[in-house]
């Protein structure tokens, strides 16, 4: 064997890296240490001293049984299971859709991580945080001139609070208005993120729940028959799950109006929508947008993300406060906001997410966020086309119309076929590098997967996963088994998931597995 | 698309590559796609958005300067917590949340993802060692949503309306526990006598309605209780459960509130190992004993050990799916989406870094450090401390008999380059120390505020 290299195969030759690494606990050896702390002086142990005997009883005898590792060991272990985690930076990271996989700029990293922000406190004199509080305003007015709205707030950490910020003004906003014991009822559709339902049942109403026409859009005969005086808001997606834009929209937001109820846009995914038009143009009160999806913020193996509460007008008074103001040439914060619906999380929220999204767009202007939009878009498009020509794979609904950043799809047709399912054709995608997500509860599209390019992937690596799709529902014909005992290139091997809902065995700490296999 | 230049965050803007995609899919233009959208519905023209900064040397330019108009706590003595802490990251910490494999995943399944399910399952388990119990759940957004959850749980554990807070909270997370809770139950507020729990005035407004009794230990104010067992026998005795809001930063030192009847522990975990951040890094958590009576109340994903199909090889998953919103939508306990997953490996990386030695020394610093601030501070002309109780971390001081207000003293000692505190009403600083905080910076601040009210 020697030079020129082989071509190398179609498909990628993928391993993910396997360490077989033991739990932390199982690494332990008393004594050793990861970092010594910073010792109280004699001085402050005298003080101490004189309060020991109250202080006593309140002392632990016996010191938590934390595992004991040198540093390196530490560094060593998290280092190795960090690499059996697939980030969104080695994966062609389209198949998570609704969750806008895009590239979270390096450059933003770089960024925040310098002590200007993160070892500043809120509470520091104002005169000393004019820097982060500009960023606030300035992330504020760009988020309502993208969205319409009069003003935001980000004080949340991620869309699903975001939601809850927002049914919280819905809330408020009627009880200012004497009605709020009238009007006990919320409307969404089943194609909406489930927290738009969750959190209105939380705040205390009662859930009505749209289902799709024949064609998959949101019917807007059942929502006629719904909405009454006791109709609070109507919370909803545009384009919902299956990407397919709902043009009846304004009449929607129109027919909540015409009773006197709200209506709030869960824009969690307006990555395809960015410049091409806005909550506002619909007549939305409210919407909400997260950050670590259409703005790039890194998804963070499930947070921080941030959430951006954007309200009309009519709003402004319940926004959780406090709100930065400008004033003169001065950023302020302001607390007096008596209608204010009060604190939902603390402090301004997620500053590093903030800052990082204030990059974004800032490094993308107008122009850039409509090509993103647009970009997002294509993808989507030609992921679709591409797809569909896989046999066994279908996109359920308004069939021959364009989508707009995401796709549910559905391998319906393959799993009648080979009885393989989407589950086990998304962990056999795992063997190749690659990810798909399946979808909400409850499944109306049958055997669904859901994918959304965003604007990130170049032409080339769509094909890859496209290819590596392909290969995998062709398998599903050809070598049902493979798929069924997936992984076999993985960090682990087929999970059993007995244990899981079994009170009596589940495992969600070590001791708690200790005490009930090991008997210890 | 007026801009011709190829975005390096958007590589199919290249213009033959785009051309190729929109005649693979028949499209003679990107507007089809949008054909759906009402022009009514159409932005107009271009959103009225600053011009971008192209070049990556422009952007990091402008938004650097604009962050370096900040002063950090590095840079100026600082007293302020009050919710955030200024506790020393350890450098570990730092390089394992700043992996682009943590940083960039979401949500895979526990084959391409088992690192961050592993490093979730270790955090959950080392905080049930801090804390002495079994269930401890994978971090919701922070400690205020905790504490609102773990009240809301006690609602629907009891089938019970009532909420009884014996201690100094936090302002701001009784409102938040205010406004989440309230379609469901109602809070009664005990005031505190000498910093810690009335306990007679506690006593009279439990009853038969009491669904929990909430304490905070260290109250908003520092303060530890010292009378948890009674309170939580209290709450028992009425068949209400002991809630109990914390920060677990000192249980290397002190003993767990499970130990003396804590039925639900909640709290936030930015002490262990998570920046300032402006107040914005932070992560709640619930704790409970492993009984599903509690566990199948909780709103948060729960990452459980597994076996797999070969031997000596651990597997995770997600416990009770079928309690959560993403399962079961508004039948689910309340909601749960993205909150604060990496701040739990962070804190993860902490205690394993930390270990229990590093945990009980850290708590013994604090609390040495804490009694020391006390002590100087009190012996401040003019000064005095708001109760005689057990502080953690912070004390309030009161400036009724000083020549200057709480407020004005803080103006003449960020004059100094001093934040000493968060003021208080009632003309009263609350002032933090934490292990970053030394005797001598605690002798410059008394020293400065002896200084400053002489002057006045």
Known sequence: ????????????????????????????????????????????????????????????????????????????????????????????????????????????????????????????????????????????????????????????????????????????????????????????????????????????????????????????????????????????T???????????????????????????????????????????????????????????????????????????????????????????????????????????????????????????????????????????????????????????ASAPYAEGKRRIEQVRYSWQELFEETGVSSEEIGIRMSDFGMHYWTSHHPYLVPQPFTLEPTESYSKSEIDEYVAVLAHVAGEARTNPEIVRTAPHNQTVHHIHHDDLNDPARWAITWRAYQKKHLSN | MNNPVTHPYIPNTVPAVREE??????????????????????????????????????????????????????????FLGAGTYNHYVPSVVDEVIGRSEFLTAYAGEPYEDHGRFQALFEYQSMMGELLNMDVVNVPTYDGMQATATALAMAGRITGRRGIVLVSDANPDLVSKVTDYVRSFMDLTIIPSSNGTADL????????????????????????????????????????????????????GALTPPADWGADIVCGDIQSLGIHQWFGGGRGGFIAVHDDPTFVLEMPSRLFGLESTDVPGEYGFGDVAWDRTSFALREEGKEWVGTAAALWGIAAGVYLASMGPTGMAELGETLLARTAYAAQQLASVDGLELSDSALHLREIAVDFSNASLTSTAAVAALRARGIEPGVVLPGNRLLVCVTEQVTAADIDTLAATLTAVLKEN
């Open chain 2, 21 to 78: 995609i929109l005649a693979a899919v028949g499209a003679a233009d990107i507007e089809e796609f949008y054909a759906d959208i009402p022009s009514s519905l159409r932005v107009q023209g271009s959103l009225n958005l600053p011009a971008p900064l192209l070049s990556e040397a422009e952007l990091e330019r402008h938004v650097s300067g604009l962050l370096n108009k900040n002063t950090s706590t590095r840079e100026a003595l600082s």
């Open chain 2, 200 to 251: 007679a005035a506690a006593e009279q407004a439990i009853g038969a309605d009491t669904a929990a009794v909430w304490i905070q230990t260290p109250s908003f104010h520092g303060a530890l209780e010292e009378q948890g067992a009674r309170l939580a026998q209290l709450a028992h005795d009425a068949g209400a459960l002991a809630v109990v809001g914390t920060d677990p930063i000192a249980y």
């Open chain 1, 1 to 236: 064997m020697a030079l020129p290299v082989a071509p190398k195969p179609a498909l990628r030759r993928f391993h993910q890296a396997r360490w077989d690494e033991p739990i932390i606990f199982e690494l332990s050896t008393p004594g050793e240490r990861g970092i010594l702390v910073q010792q109280p002086e004699p001085a402050a142990v005298d003080a101490l001293a004189l309060r020991e005997d109250r202080l006593a009883p309140l002392r632990r005898s016996d010191a938590p049984a934390l595992p004991e590792l040198a540093q390196m060991r530490v560094v060593r272990h998290y280092l190795r299971i960090s690499q059996e985690n697939l980030g969104a930076d080695f994966n062609i990271d389209i198949g998570q859709g609704t969750c806008t996989m895009k590239y979270s700029p390096k450059v933003n990293e770089t960024i925040i991580r310098t002590p200007k922000l993160m070892d500043v406190h809120p509470h520091q004199d104002e005169a000393s945080i004019q820097g982060v509080l500009e960023i606030f305003w300035r992330t504020e007015r760009l988020l309502a001139e993208i969205s319409g709205m009069a003003r935001v707030s980000l004080q949340t950490q991620g869309g699903s609070a975001a939601i809850w910020a927002n049914i919280a003004m819905i809330r408020a906003y009627h009880e200012a208005n004497g009605d709020g014991g009238v009007r006990d009822e919320v409307i969404t559709t089943i194609f909406s993120h489930p927290s738009n339902a969750a959190c209105a049942k939380a705040a205390g109403y009662k859930v009505i729940t749209l289902m799709p026409d024949a064609n998959g859009y949101p019917d807007i005969d059942a929502l006629r028959a719904a909405v009454s005086p006791r109709t609070a808001a109507l919370m909803i």
């Open chain 1, 238 to 392: 545009n384009p919902e799950d299956t990407g397919i834009y709902n043009a009846k929209i304004r009449e929607f937001v129109d027919i909540v109006h015409e009773v006197g109820g709200l209506a709030a846009y869960d824009q969690a995914n307006a990555n395809g929508i960015l410049g091409i038009t806005r909550a506002s143009d619909a007549g939305f009160d409210l919407c909400h947008f997260n950050l670590h999806k259409t703005f790039s913020t890194p998804h963070a193996s499930g947070g921080p993300g941030a959430g951006a509460s954007c309200v009309s007008e009519k709003l402004v008074p319940f926004l959780p406060g406090p709100t930065i103001e400008k004033v003169g040439e001065t950023f302020t914060v302001n607390h007096n906001h008596p209608q204010s619906v009060g604190t939902v999380a603390p402090f301004f929220g997620v500053a590093p997410n903030v800052v990082r999204a204030y990059a974004w767009i800032m490094a993308l202007g107008a122009d850039g966020l409509r090509q993103v939009a647009e970009t997002a878009v294509l993808n989507n498009n030609y992921l679709l086309a591409k797809v569909l020509e896989i046999p066994g």
